[in-house]
């Protein structure tokens, strides 16, 4: 896969297939993961007397792998659950159909096909660990959300559900063994904390889910904004939305937002779950089997980011963004006794 970089035909194009009363504007590069890119569209000269509520600030989100047949319908499904959830009273950014009503777009370069899609702006600065209300805001962010008991169609992906297996792993090890010259520090992480790696994916229950909503199910500090001047905070980020059992979602929150530095926030993670009984949440984080949909993401990213570390088809600034994600997950990723531990906040 090469970079894309907008040429001057891009803002034109955006402008057209959005049907954005603007007559110019620029792209700025804002974010770059593993998954895509962010670019900031600011529009000038504007065409109408209003423009509109979306604003001459808005966020094109690439996407670096492309979009799959049923992509459109994903993003369907996801801003009418937008739509819902800012009916709930939570902030949010929200896509933007193009003028044909889709919101999977594709602009055709002289290196391929890009995938774009077109969302609301949120300006800010991510949610910080010191910053008050914090632990309340997972609580009745997830609360609400839930509280919605929006529908869910299908089951989760087997990326949201199953574990890479014992097999898989061991492969893996062989892989990295052959070439750990070119990845040292991964290679060295990885066989220091394998079998527990395995161990944790012996605990997620695979079987199909019979509570399942709709939901964020990303609700991570990263995509928590907190705007300077008001002090709101804005939910973005919504592309991973889709089906998640209630306690699944909240369990894996806890980990993420309530668990530094190998010490979990016991006190802290029972401020979340009082917050969140009083948005009307009812997941319960009541055994390891509630623990999932983190345990499945975290080993599935893990295994993935190892093998586009070492695969040459990758640009070299993606294969070391890889590393460095598998490098952090491979540390970040709770041991049992902490799982334990967030039950026992939990549910005290």
């Not at 819902?84 to 889709?102: E, F, K, N, Q, R």
């Not at 599935?300 to 460095?324: C, F, G, M, S």
Request: glycine share 8%.
């Amino acid at each position: 896969m090469e970079a894309w970089s907008p040429t001057a035909d891009t803002v034109p194009f955006l402008i057209e297939r959005f049907a954005l009363p603007y007559a110019t504007g620029s792209l700025t590069s804002v974010a770059r993961g593993s998954m895509g890119q962010v670019w900031r569209l600011d529009l000038a000269e504007p065409r109408v007397r209003d423009p509109g509520v979306a604003g001459d600030r808005l966020m094109i989100k690439q996407f670096f792998w492309g979009a799959d047949g049923d992509a459109e319908h994903r993003a369907q499904a996801e801003a009418e659950f937008c739509q819902a959830a800012a009916a709930s009273g939570l902030i949010l950014t929200v896509g933007i159909p193009a003028a044909d009503g889709g919101y999977v777009q594709r602009l055709a370069t002289h290196t391929g096909e890009v995938v774009l899609r077109l969302n609301t702006w949120a300006g800010g600065c991510q949610l910080r660990r010191e910053d008050p209300g914090r632990a309340e805001y997972l609580g009745s962010t997830l609360g609400t959300l839930h509280a919605l008991r929006y529908p869910a169609e299908s089951q989760p992906d087997p990326y949201f559900t199953t574990p890479p297996s014992d097999d898989s792993w061991n492969a893996l090890l062989v892989r990295v063994g052959q070439e750990d010259r070119r990845i040292p520090n991964l290679a060295r992480l990885l066989n220091e904390r394998i079998a527990e790696l395995v161990a944790l994916g012996h605990l997620v229950d695979t079987a199909p889910q019979t509570d399942l909503i709709f939901s964020h199910r990303d609700v991570q500090p990263a995509n928590v904004l907190r705007d300077g001047a008001s002090g709101a905070l804005t939910l973005i980020d919504w592309d991973e939305a889709g089906p998640v059992s209630p306690s699944r979602e909240l369990a894996s929150q806890l980990c993420v937002w309530h668990v530094h530095d190998a010490v979990v926030q016991h006190d802290v993670i029972r401020r979340t779950v009082r917050a969140y009984r009083d948005a009307g949440g009812y997941g319960a984080v009541d055994s390891l089997a509630t623990f999932s949909l983190r345990l499945a993401n975290d080993l599935n990213y893990i295994h993935d980011e190892v093998l586009a570390a070492l695969d040459d088809d990758l640009p070299e600034d993606l294969r070391k963004h890889a590393e460095r994600e598998a490098e952090h997950f491979i540390a970040a990723t709770p041991t049992r006794i902490m799982l334990e531990a967030i039950i026992d906040a939990a549910t005290s």
